[in-house]
DNA sequence: AGCACGCCGACT
DNA sequence: GTCGGCGTGCTC
């Protein structure tokens, strides 16, 4: 009799710990750390991964409780122990249930769902039973068929008074077999290949048909062909290839296949280059901690066009030749085809990729291709940086300040924080690149916690382009500068030297729309949301006012709904006006859009293909014209309004202004055409322009680090966002307020806390609702990060009890933020 | 998250 | 009298 084997299972349900399942004797063997498995839950099957081995269990009393796992849903484990610490790391870290965490590991294509099924039991097989059976389960039994399995679930249609727990005592007994039938899951894609068998020459050819001949012509010489591939050529080719196979000319076997992303994507050859000397320090840099066999992060602080990708390139290369694996993680939106193209040229076929614009089928392939080591290259965006891979060397993050990493919803983990953590466990080396470092990089490499690769020169001496600041307080520069004085003097005279030189312009607005608002001008009243605490956009092209929070969307009224006055004012100017406006000064020129609304996926590729292309001349856009890839001819890029960014409530506005500018500058004069950039704003003296005016980075740094030090803001101090989402306003701000007199009297009454915690609120978020829920938010911000962890756990325990027996909490949903991201 | 159990209003 | 509303609590 040996001693029982418990696993401890993270499942896909919001729940803190793992649970318990019994290890039946004949896995036993080969169970294992971070094994996938399957296990019953309720009354269905579910996947979930093993994240610890007993022998005990920590609770003896849940022993009554506790049922036999499944089965394994693969023979391998698909985590390594690193990987299992590294995502209970991630659910300690951001405070979020182990299973929502585990989620982001298993793609939901490899989650299995199981109805649970019974059949009865022939008469011989079942045991003798001491007790005799309650009616009621005794009716249910006899109306099971020993044959076909049936679902619980139409048993229970049948005996309403049986719940599942008294159903179950048919299980207890051994009366029923148990089965979990899978309900529309993935599978594996399949293919028939074909081969000739050898065989003596010249016999038997006379008497095959024409189609058998052209089959066997086709496969001569070809190591196999899969049916599409012989279905090129013959369209019909079934009767022609069984008759074969039965004549034993040729065999055939299935052969997984994978749904390939890349699909007619060409792939090129691979640019040589030689390393600057830069360039060439950066890739000794992270060689030496690879030999060391030691994590190390590295801040690849690379100004635009410094050749950031090609050190990439070699570093993974050195990487791959160490027997490594390499992580390339990017923003979602900088995951293009020509991006991935590069890196296929480099390294050919053993590359995954995953982003939002894959098929589930192809997500699940590319999955499986990873886990099963058949690529050394996976370049996805944040989601990816939970991918199986073993054996991982290196971690890339490009453009590490993009606020994509962050998730939004669930568990907010940022992609670039946690890759630091993912690459220790693994001893990997670390890429944070960008031209824009975030403030946490540089202060961490200052203090010498991650290495600081400077590359402050562009390829090929190509200087960086001049900016000038452009003051647009001083009123109209000239009678054609449109609605609202959007574009200056300076700025027309410079578009019009472009075209006239038939070079490309980026216009960048950060507003989508054509109006942020519209209000009628005899009574002043504003259309506004109905579910958001936001003005409603005017979008010309719908002729519709939209909210750009929710779904809301209302055909453009011809009059106002509260005064029915027909004059209805449109203020302010978004990407679509600017447009039109351009439209009109330059009919001749092909302007274009680049924004949310100009759709995603292909549209989007196709744009900036054919901007690539030339085939535009001027393009509009928001933040997104900010990050797409080298566009050559671009010589001027003109900022419409820098204040946008700078006017938001965060105090992240100055370094997202100096990022945003930057970055955009980035895109004048990438190739042998020196370019120009003209930034228009209300606010010509704040530090975060002068210096993006200056390319001083490290200026803005300065500065910047000050300001955020005198404030206890990260990286000095750090911070916990709770957000509180109800229904109802008045319950809401209630729980809030509730969540921080406890929090508050928690603070006074241990000094520990007290004294090395803040926390500022009860208040509105910036937009009080969305989605017709109130928000309220509180922030707890402190220096020393375990302690306000430790802080954060406390109070939510208290706001547990106060919440059980106070009704005026209900419908208010506690969101914890760490290290918020978006204040909003 | 689901999903079952439980305790109060409009119907055969 | 019951069907069903969703509020509450549990999942090994």
Redesign the pocket.
């Known amino acids: 009799m040996t001693s029982p084997l418990y696993a401890q299972v993270a499942l896909d349900?919001?729940?803190f710990t793992a649970?318990?399942?019994r290890v039946p004797d004949h896995l036993r063997d080969d169970i294992a750390l971070g094994q996938l498995v399957q296990v019953?839950?309720?009354?269905?099957s579910k996947t979930g991964l093993i994240t610890d081995l007993t022998s005990e269990l920590d609770d003896p009393a849940?022993a009554p409780?506790?049922?036999d796992l499944y089965d394994l849903v693969d023979a391998e484990p698909l985590l390594s122990t690193n990987d299992l610490k590294f995502l209970s790391f991630v659910a300690d870290y951001y405070l979020s249930p182990i299973g929502e965490v585990v989620r982001l590991a298993i793609p939901s294509a490899v989650r299995v769902e199981g109805i649970k099924h019974y059949r009865r039991l022939p008469d011989d097989q079942r045991p003798a039973s001491a007790t005799p059976l309650p009616l009621d389960l005794a009716d249910a039994l006899a109306s099971l068929s020993s044959e076909e399995p049936s679902p619980v679930?139409s048993l229970?249609e049948a005996y309403p008074d049986l719940?599942?727990?008294r159903l179950s005592e048919l299980e207890r007994r051994g009366l029923v077999e148990v089965t979990y039938q899978e309900s529309g899951s993935l599978k594996p894609k399949t293919e028939r290949y074909f081969k000739l068998l050898p065989r003596p020459r010249g016999t038997l050819t006379g008497r095959l048909g024409s189609n058998q001949l052209k089959i066997l012509k086709l496969l001569d010489g070809m190591p196999s062909l899969s049916l599409p591939e012989i279905r090129e050529h013959i369209p019909s080719p079934y009767s022609s290839l069984s008759a074969l196979e039965d004549r034993g000319l040729i065999t055939s076997w299935e052969e997984e296949v994978y749904r390939d992303p890349f699909e007619n994507a060409p792939v090129e050859a691979p640019p040589e280059f030689d390393l600057t000397e830069r360039q060439l320090h950066a890739v000794n840099a992270v060689a030496e901690a690879r030999n060391a066999g030691r994590f190390e992060g590295f801040v690849l602080h690379g100004v635009t066009g410094s050749g950031k990708t090609e050190t990439y390139v070699r570093i993974i290369r050195d990487t791959l030749a160490e027997g490594r694996r390499a992580l390339v993680l990017l923003p979602e939106i900088a995951l293009t085809p020509q991006f991935v193209g590069v890196f296929r040229s480099h390294f050919g076929e053993r590359i995954a990729v995953l982003h939002s614009g894959l098929t589930p089928a192809q997500k699940f392939d590319q999955w499986r291709q990873i886990r099963r080591d058949e690529v050394d290259i996976v370049i996805g965006a944040r989601s990816a940086l939970f991918a199986p891979i073993n054996n991982l060397g290196v971690i890339v993050v490009d453009e590490e300040h993009d606020s994509s990493f962050k998730q939004e919803e669930g568990t907010r983990y940022n992609a670039r924080d946690m890759a630091l953590v993912r690459a220790k466990l693994a001893s990997a080396q670390v890429i944070l690149g960008s031209a824009t470092p975030i403030l946490e990089s540089f202060h961490n490499a200052q203090l010498g916690r991650l290495t600081y690769l400077p590359m402050p020169e562009r390829v090929a001496a190509r200087a960086m382009p001049p900016v000038d600041i452009v003051d647009m307080r001083r009123g109209p520069h000239n009678p054609t500068a449109g609605p609202s004085n959007l574009l200056s003097a300076r700025l027309l005279s410079e578009l019009d030297n472009t075209l006239h030189d038939q070079k490309q312009a980026i216009l960048f607005l950060n507003r989508r729309g054509f109006s942020p608002c519209v209000l009628c001008e005899s009574c002043g009243h504003i259309f506004e949301c109905p579910n958001c605490d936001v003005s409603l956009t005017y979008h010309r092209r719908m002729e519709a006012l939209r909210c750009h929070h929710c779904d809301f969307s209302l055909r453009m009224p011809e009059s106002c709904p509260q005064c029915q006055h027909t004059g209805i004012e449109r203020k302010g100017v978004g990407t679509e006006q600017l447009e039109n406006h351009l439209h009109e000064l330059y009919p001749r020129a092909r302007v274009a859009r680049l924004d949310r609304d100009t759709g995603a996926g292909p549209r989007l590729q196709q744009l900036l293909s054919s901007f690539r292309r030339r085939e535009i001349d001027i393009l509009v856009g928001t933040q997104m014209v900010t990050k797409g890839h080298d566009f050559p001819d671009v010589t001027l890029v003109g900022v419409v309004l820098a204040d946008m960014s700078l006017n938001f409530p965060d105090f992240r506005a100055a370094e997202r202004t100096f990022q945003l500018l930057t970055q955009v500058a980035g895109r004048a004069g990438r190739a042998d055409s020196p370019g120009k950039v003209i930034i228009q704003t209300y606010t010509p003296d704040h530090y975060s322009l002068l210096t993006a005016q200056n390319h001083d980075f490290s200026t803005f740094a300065q500065h910047e680090l000050a300001q955020r030090q005198a404030m206890g803001y990260p990286p000095f101090g750090h911070l916990i966002a709770l957000k509180f989402e109800g229904t109802h306003e008045g319950a809401t701000v209630q729980a809030t307020r509730d969540y921080a007199t406890a929090a508050r009297r928690l603070l006074r009454s241990d000094r520990t806390f007290g004294d090395n915690i803040a926390m500022l609120g009860p208040a509105m978020a910036p937009i009080g609702r969305i989605n017709n829920r109130s928000r309220w938010q509180l922030l707890l911000k402190a220096s020393d990060r375990a302690l306000l962890r430790r802080f954060a756990i406390r109070t939510l325990e208290l706001a547990k009890h106060f919440e059980?027996g106070q009704?005026q909490h209900?419908n208010v949903r506690i969101i914890i933020d760490v290290d918020p991201l978006n204040m909003l």
């Open positions: 349900v919001p729940l649970l318990s399942y019953p839950f309720r009354n269905r849940l409780k506790i049922r679930a229970r719940t599942y727990h059980a009704p209900r």
